[in-house]
Nanobody, 122 residues
Framework: VQLQASGGGLVQAGGSLTLTCAAS????????MGWFRQAPGKGREFVAA????????YYADSVKDRFTISRDNAKNTVWLRMNSLKAEDTALYYC????????????????WGQGTLVTVSS
């Protein structure tokens, strides 16, 4: 699976942004898809994940009720809708494919896209 993330940019605090991750490969639908982020000088942080079948969603506490992850297996695409953005959301955001426990507890995945930078000005 190859992943291409896009949609980052500069936004004011309180604003919204949608990140897109386009995947190639016939096995896209088999994987959980997730988003991670890494702020300057900090470690990688799990943001959200979505299941492959029942489309269960999982969020870090820091983004719950503000971010929404979704996917369309027919389009091999996953999105991260980010609302009510805060300065502390500033980071390089990565999409990834793998399994939920791996993503949530090991900060790891089988496949990674390149990062897309989100900058939130206060």
């Amino acid at each position: 699976v190859q992943l291409q993330a896009s949609g980052g940019g500069l936004v004011q605090a309180g604003g919204s942004l949608t990140l897109t991750c386009a995947a190639s490969g016939r096995t896209f639908g088999n994987y959980y898809m997730g988003w991670f982020r890494q702020a300057p000088g900090k470690g990688r942080e799990f943001v959200a994940a979505i299941g492959s079948g029942f489309l269960s969603t999982y969020y870090a506490d820091s983004v719950k009720d503000r971010f929404t992850i979704s996917r369309d297996n027919a389009k091999n695409t996953v999105w991260l809708r980010m609302n009510s953005l805060k300065a502390e959301d500033t980071a390089l955001y990565y999409c990834a494919a793998g399994w939920y426990p791996q993503m949530r507890y090991q900060m790891s995945a089988d496949y990674w896209g390149q990062g897309t930078l989100v900058t939130v000005s206060s």
